[in-house]
């Protein structure tokens, strides 16, 4: 049920995309203590965004989940904000996240909520 949704100004090369869309998959489920299989990750390279007036790489993540603790919230950020450097060049001082506690009735899947 976790959701984590990736947007950046930065072209990304398709080997990159997958590498980084793997590693964040397998950090989000790992840190949340929840089963990769229901973790999705999206991104969306090349958005027209600009940080603080500049249009240097950036990017914004948006986190979701059933039962998000607060108390991982900083590893989180951390450990993703290190992937989009490591992987596409974005540098933490460039990233904004926003986590986000679902409520189970108000998170669908397989024709259904949880």
Known sequence: MPFLMIQTNVKVDPSRSAKLLRNASRHVAE???????????????ETPMLFGGKA??????????????????????????GLLQEEIGVTADRVY???????????????ATF
Do not use: C, H, R
């Not at 603790?69 to 993703?80: E, M, R, V």
């Not at 996240?97 to 024709?111: H, K, Y």
């Open 31 to 45: 840190t949340l203590g929840k089963s990769e299989k229901y973790v999705m990750v999206a991104l969306e390279d």
């Open 56 to 81: 240097e790489p950036l990017a914004y993540l948006e986190l979701k989940s059933i039962g998000l603790p607060k108390d991982k919230t900083s590893q989180l950020s951390a450990t993703l904000s």
């Open 97 to 111: 996240i926003e986590f986000a506690d679902a409520l189970a009735p108000m998170w669908g899947w397989n024709g």
